[in-house]
């Protein structure tokens, strides 16, 4: 009998950088991810005390209540391309990969607002009045947070928010829609904007992942896109709160 003497491999040693009070961090793609998926149980958690959200989830939401929403939805709609288009104005060109990024996503987004106007009509409501509608307090809050952060130079941090957006456009809006129309008796053409984005951010998503896992976000980076991400949460729930206020 022989006895292996090699000395065994030592275990790799998990990549850590350490913070502004010297503590050690987990480094890289997959702690950011951690960390957004928190800020997304936290959201998911809000969602389930909105009142339109929970009348929907027990079956007592009404039509009104629906058009209420997409009422609501659209005032804060409409901007969404325009922040993204002033993000895009404000990466420099080391920051190329999301400057062209936000130019591709804006392009999708600006006539969004359209199919949202559609589906409005479509249950009795008026174009005209919804045009004249303004933002609810909690729509307020985002759009002037959105368009305040897409000023800063390289609003890196705005991944976080469309982290937020459009994962609510992949994981929750066709939920909501085939809700609707089980509660309500709706037509696809009256959820069509709901619908659509179960596809369209799912897509969206696919890209943000790829950015996100691209390498090119160092640590004050994942922190400002988990800091916007936090905020957005917060504010998007508050404007489905703050319904007609």
């Known amino acids: 009998m022989t006895t292996d003497t ?13 913070d502004a009070s010297g ?3 987990p480094d890289g793609p997959a702690a950011l991810s951690d960390r957004l998926a928190d800020v997304w149980v936290e959201l998911e958690e809000r969602l389930d005390r909105v ?13 009104d209540d629906y058009r209420r929403l997409l009422f609501n939805l659209r005032q804060q709609v409409v901007d969404g391309s325009p922040w993204i288009s002033r993000a895009a104005s404000n990466f420099d060109i080391d920051h190329f990969t999301l ?10 987004e600006h006539r969004d607002y359209l199919m949202l106007e559609r589906d409005y009509v479509a249950i009795g409501g008026s ?3 919804l045009r004249a509608g303004r933002k609810n307090l909690g729509s307020e809050a985002l759009s002037g947070y959105m368009f305040t952060y897409a000023d800063r130079p390289n609003p890196v941090g705005l991944l976080g928010a469309m982290f937020i ?8 809006a066709a939920g909501w829609a085939a809700r609707f129309q089980e509660v309500l ?6 959820v069509h904007f709901m619908q659509y984005h179960q596809e369209a951010d799912g897509a969206h998503t696919g890209d ?6 691209s390498g090119i976000i160092d640590d004050a980076a994942a922190d400002e896109i988990v800091r916007c991400a936090e905020v957005v949460a917060r504010l998007y729930a508050l404007q489905l709160e703050e319904l007609d206020h």
Not at 208 to 213: N, V
């Open 99 to 108: 400057r062209a990024a936000a130019i591709k996503h804006a392009e999708e």
């Open 6 to 18: 090699t000395t065994p491999a030592p275990a790799e040693a998990e990549t850590t950088t350490t």
């Open 51 to 63: 009142p339109i959200l929970r009348a929907l989830d027990e079956g007592t939401v009404t039509i």
């Open 185 to 190: 008796g709706l037509a696809d053409n009256q």
């Open 23 to 25: 503590a050690a961090s």
């Open 208 to 213: 943000l992942e790829a950015i996100l896992d």
């Open 165 to 172: 957006i459009e994962g609510l456009g992949a994981k929750r």
């Open 127 to 129: 174009l005209d009045e």
